[in-house]
């Protein structure tokens, strides 16, 4: 068991009125090199005095990183420099932050955050298709996302991410584009296009105006097939929405309906590769083959036309067991947990009756890790739980795993979780 202590951070910076308001976030690292992410343990604003304090926090290293506040960066920005997201002790690159260290029996520690400031520059450049002319379907804008990365990895938190700041910039007529107002970094630029958001590119931004990007619009082609349902009774419905969720970006991009033959078209699809989706699931459906591969995943590769046979099938599996306190919350969730998870909600959330006893039903063939928690936390805090990587081998050890077929139901007996508990291991 890991004593608890109380961390008092403090976050100054030379200038009057930037300290207030910042919002300081407690980072514990997990992974190396490109697998690098990092989970936040706790969060606060600071008060008028540069101060805040986060408490009841397991012994640990952990890394500060301080956020200005939406104040500050407007007030900062029109004065020239602006203040940027800084990390302990006065980076604003994680390859210069320092950890922390609470250590059994400490009642405190304290760390000083000295706020960084970065000078805004210009990226300026034209959109183009493949040929070098105008696309046909100009967006209207290009929206550029800065993320932080070390040693070629991305430092994510809770599985998203770590985005810093964000520009987006409209296009001209003509295809070009000019921004303001962007610090330093590397960016991710894309753009929405008839309801997708398609990846352009990536630029970094030193400290000087960079001109002369340009970005290809990528190649859409056209999707068409026929969706059939596999032992389908007369009273059952064929699914009316198809949802294509782009695999790489973790969004729904590409939306079809399917008519009462069960034929579908995308006139217009961009290549990369996707996850099909059943939308408005109520039945326990599940894709179960793509062009007569098993499973959901296809890739769409631009130009010309691309054809789809899809099969679906009623899900007949189920868990059903006991959990060891009565009226615990019973959380079933994919294996991995990727972040893709919420919006296929592939998942779910039962309650075990006053003898402990649970039944979900309808889940889809695959991997399942089961656990049950004694207290009454809303879905954002069970989700929370479930997806924090500092906590996988609490997880493995407390919860367990179920592998589901079609038609079989697997019986689970479980030890019910004390969330209070699991925060001091």
């Given at each position: 068991?890991?004593?608890?202590?109380?961390?008092?951070?403090?976050?100054?910076?030379?200038?009057e009125?930037?300290?207030?308001?910042?919002k300081v976030?407690l980072l514990r690292a997990?992974g190396e090199?490109?697998?690098?992410?990092s989970?936040?343990?706790?969060?606060?604003?600071?008060?008028?005095?540069?101060?805040v304090?986060?408490?009841?926090l397991?012994?640990g290293?952990?890394?500060l990183?301080?956020l200005?506040?939406?104040?500050t960066s407007?007030?900062?920005?029109?004065?020239?420099?602006?203040v940027?997201?800084?990390?302990?002790?006065?980076?604003?690159?994680?390859?210069?932050a320092?950890?922390?260290?609470?250590?059994?029996?400490d009642s405190?520690?304290?760390?000083?955050?000295e706020?960084?400031?970065?000078?805004?520059?210009?990226v300026?450049?034209?959109?183009t298709?493949?040929?070098?002319?105008?696309?046909?379907?100009?967006?209207r804008?290009i929206?550029?996302?800065?993320?932080?990365?070390?040693?070629?990895g991305?430092?994510?938190t809770?599985?998203?991410?770590?985005r810093?700041?964000?520009?987006?910039?409209?296009?001209?007529?003509?295809g070009?584009?000019?921004?303001?107002w962007?610090?330093?970094?590397?960016y991710e630029?894309?753009a929405?296009?008839?309801g997708?958001?398609v990846?352009?590119?990536?630029?970094?931004?030193?400290k000087?105006?960079?001109?002369?990007?340009?970005?290809?619009?990528?190649?859409?082609?056209?999707?068409?097939g026929?969706?059939?349902?596999?032992g389908?009774?007369s009273?059952?419905?064929?699914?009316?929405?198809?949802?294509?969720?782009?695999?790489?970006?973790g969004?729904?991009t590409?939306?079809t309906?399917?008519?009462?033959?069960?034929?579908?078209?995308i006139?217009?699809?961009f290549?990369?590769?996707?996850?099909?989706?059943i939308?408005?699931?109520?039945?326990?459906?599940y894709?179960k083959s793509?062009?007569?591969n098993p499973?959901?995943?296809?890739?769409?590769?631009?130009g010309g036309?691309?054809?789809?046979?899809?099969?679906v099938a009623?899900?007949?599996?189920?868990?059903?067991g006991?959990?060891?306190?009565?009226?615990?919350?019973?959380?079933?969730t994919?294996v991995?947990f990727g972040?893709?998870?919420?919006?296929e909600?592939?998942?779910?959330?039962v309650?075990s009756?006053?003898?402990?006893?649970?039944?979900?039903?309808a889940?889809?063939?695959g991997?399942?890790?089961?656990?049950?928690w004694a207290?009454d936390?809303?879905?954002?805090?069970?989700?929370?739980?479930?997806s924090?990587?500092?906590?996988?081998?609490?997880?493995?050890?407390?919860?367990k795993?179920?592998?589901?077929?079609?038609?079989?139901?697997?019986?689970?007996?479980?030890?019910?979780?004390?969330?209070?508990d699991?925060?001091?291991?």
């Amino acid at each position: 068991m890991l004593r608890s202590s109380t961390l008092k951070v403090t976050a100054t910076v030379k200038g009057e009125g930037i300290v207030a308001g910042a919002k300081v976030l407690l980072l514990r690292a997990i992974g190396e090199g490109k697998e690098r992410s990092s989970v936040t343990i706790a969060e606060g604003n600071t008060d008028s005095k540069g101060q805040v304090y986060l408490r009841d926090l397991p012994e640990g290293k952990y890394f500060l990183a301080a956020l200005p506040s939406s104040d500050t960066s407007a007030k900062s920005r029109s004065a020239g420099p602006d203040v940027v997201m800084t990390f302990y002790p006065g980076s604003t690159d994680f390859e210069g932050a320092l950890p922390i260290s609470i250590q059994a029996g400490d009642s405190s520690a304290e760390a000083i955050i000295e706020m960084a400031r970065s000078q805004f520059f210009t990226v300026s450049g034209k959109l183009t298709n493949s040929g070098g002319g105008l696309p046909s379907d100009l967006p209207r804008a290009i929206e550029f996302v800065r993320l932080i990365s070390r040693e070629g990895g991305t430092l994510h938190t809770n599985g998203t991410p770590l985005r810093l700041n964000r520009a987006s910039i409209l296009i001209s007529p003509d295809g070009t584009f000019r921004s303001q107002w962007m610090p330093p970094g590397s960016y991710e630029a894309t753009a929405l296009v008839k309801g997708s958001i398609v990846k352009l590119g990536a630029v970094v931004l030193g400290k000087k105006n960079l001109e002369g990007v340009v970005f290809d619009m990528p190649q859409t082609l056209e999707v068409s097939g026929v969706l059939t349902y596999e032992g389908r009774e007369s009273s059952d419905r064929l699914p009316r929405i198809l949802n294509f969720l782009d695999i790489d970006q973790g969004s729904q991009t590409l939306i079809t309906m399917v008519n009462d033959s069960g034929e579908f078209k995308i006139p217009k699809a961009f290549a990369g590769r996707y996850r099909v989706i059943i939308a408005n699931n109520s039945a326990g459906l599940y894709v179960k083959s793509v062009n007569s591969n098993p499973g959901k995943d296809v890739s769409f590769v631009g130009g010309g036309e691309q054809k789809l046979s899809l099969t679906v099938a009623k899900s007949q599996a189920d868990i059903m067991g006991s959990a060891s306190l009565s009226r615990s919350t019973i959380s079933i969730t994919p294996v991995p947990f990727g972040p893709l998870v919420s919006i296929e909600r592939n998942y779910a959330f039962v309650e075990s009756d006053d003898k402990g006893g649970f039944q979900s039903s309808a889940l889809p063939p695959g991997d399942y890790r089961v656990c049950a928690w004694a207290e009454d936390l809303d879905r954002e805090e069970l989700m929370k739980a479930i997806s924090d990587p500092g906590r996988e081998s609490l997880l493995q050890s407390r919860c367990k795993s179920v592998q589901l077929g079609d038609k079989n139901s697997v019986p689970v007996h479980i030890k019910s979780i004390v969330v209070t508990d699991l925060n001091q291991q």
